[in-house]
């Protein structure tokens, strides 16, 4: 299924955008007004389609910039939901709250949908399409959200916004865990890492086009996007095997991925345009630091000097 016609969008490529520099993070010091521009004026040669993760102050200035700036971006807008539950299984040992927290957390994610419907009815031209979260039903998350309370929110965007509206998650939850959610949502959306699952790079297309088909072959009637696909340059072993990360097989893997993508006119959002040395543990080579297009000082990796 053609996903541009099927969510009536133009063809073009796509990418997640998260702006936070050396020193900064969500949780601190967010990415300026002028920081984001040079940013947006580094990749509207490349993409068309913008990913924000977020309803927070950073999302705020990415609408801004396009807007006052006349880019031509287009932007797929998420609410990021926090543990709703306690999810024990979680392998790094995140996932477990007080029974307050986890009240809190509910409090706190509905103001994170309201923030979403609001941003939408702001911003009608720009952002295209719409989130009720990222990756809080899959069983490692650390933000374990029932898909009764998924179902809820996407609801609740659908009554306020008229943006087509999803919910992002690994591919393998869609499989079975997610069936209730298919008729909720108006797009199918998931994510596929070869990498984190011991592909080697000459498996890493077919492997990604066996997710992505598992599901569109399941829902033949439901638009189905990638919004997370993307290879590492760095690992520092946790997860990822060190020798089977690199800049020449992030290349290889975006080439290939792009090539697909383009000629079966699946909306693909590549992660990520800028490495984050926020993200995961203080160790430099930490994999969840190393995803980036281009370094965190905006130099580009191999994929983007060919």
């Given at each position: ?27 601190g ?20 389609y ?12 990415v ?13 797929m ?83 306020e916004?008229k ?7 690994n ?127 905006r ?8």
């Open positions: 299924m053609n996903s541009f016609k099927a969510l009536n969008l133009k063809p073009g490529r796509a990418i997640c955008y998260s702006g936070f520099r050396e020193g900064q993070s969500p949780s010091i967010y990415p300026t007004y002028d920081e984001v521009k040079e940013d947006l004026l580094l990749l509207q040669s490349q993409w068309s913008l990913r924000l993760y977020d309803c927070d102050a950073h999302a705020d200035t609408l801004k910039v396009i807007e006052q700036e006349n880019l031509p971006f287009q932007v807008l998420g609410a990021y939901i926090v543990a709703e539950m306690n999810n024990f299984g979680c392998p790094w040992g995140g996932g477990v709250y007080t029974e307050e927290q986890l009240v809190e957390n509910k409090i706190k994610n509905r103001s994170q949908i309201k923030k979403l419907i609001d941003l939408a009815n702001q911003f009608p031209t720009i952002i295209c399409t719409l989130s009720a979260g990222n990756e809080a039903c899959v069983d490692w998350t650390d933000h374990y959200v029932s898909v009764a309370s998924v179902i809820e929110y996407v609801n609740l965007i659908k009554s916004a943006q087509p509206v999803t919910f992002c998650e591919y393998v939850p869609w499989l079975t865990k997610l069936n209730p959610l298919v008729d909720a949502v108006d797009f199918i959306s998931i994510h596929t890492y070869p990498v984190w699952e011991y592909k080697n790079i000459h498996e890493a297309l077919d492997y990604t086009k066996e997710n992505y088909f598992s599901v569109a072959n399941k829902y033949p009637n439901k638009p189905v996007i990638i919004t997370e696909a993307g290879w590492a340059t760095n690992s520092n072993g946790r997860g990822i095997e060190p020798h089977n990360v690199s800049e020449e097989n992030q290349a290889i893997y975006y080439q290939d991925l792009v090539n697909w993508t383009d000629k079966d006119k699946i909306l693909t959002f590549v992660f990520e345009a800028f490495d984050e040395s926020w993200k995961g543990s203080p160790e430099p080579l930490e994999p969840e630091k190393h995803w980036g297009l281009y370094k965190i000082d130099t580009p990796k191999l994929v983007m000097t060919n």
